[in-house]
């Protein structure tokens, strides 16, 4: 598969900015434009994929393991009951899991997203990193 002209593998090469949360080897966790919640965040492997179960059982793997070490920072920045997980890949077709700060049945929504202050935006990322190298 390749990645040629793919939004979310320019954005980890770094020629879109991003307000990124977390990196490793083979993934980058970042801020959605809109988010569904403050603290929503975006969870892309670094290898352009295009769909979630097509993916190698390695990488798979490793996606839900870095899905798993952000949501405990994202509920404790965020005091959110629970994350939420969607994967939907339409929007962009590269690989992205949503993990989305939720109290309540309804608040995975996509249909509530909205853009939230930048200095809002800039703390929670802020909070999130740290969180995250603790």
């Known amino acids: 598969m390749s990645g040629e002209g793919c939004l979310f593998c320019a954005l980890v090469a770094g020629r879109i900015p991003a307000r990124r949360v977390y990196e490793d080897a083979a993934h980058v966790a970042f ?4 988010h569904i919640e403050p603290g929503h ?5 670094k290898r352009h994929a295009d769909y979630v179960f097509d993916m ?4 798979y793997q ?3 393991t870095a899905a798993r070490r952000i949501a405990p920072a994202i509920r404790a ?19 992205h899991v949503h993990l989305v700060p939720i109290n309540a ?3 995975l929504n996509p249909a509530r997203e909205q853009a939230i202050a930048d200095e809002r935006a ?5 909070a ?3 969180a995250l190298q603790s």
């Open 41 to 45: 965040t975006l969870l892309v492997p």
């Open 77 to 95: 920045v965020t005091g959110a009951a629970r994350v939420g997980i969607a994967v939907e890949g339409f929007s962009v077709p590269h690989v």
């Open 105 to 107: 049945l309804n608040d």
């Open 128 to 130: 999130l990193r740290a």
């Open 122 to 126: 800039d703390a929670l990322a802020a």
């Open 62 to 64: 490793a996606l839900w």
């Open 56 to 59: 190698a059982e390695a990488d």
């Open 31 to 34: 801020f959605p434009l809109k």
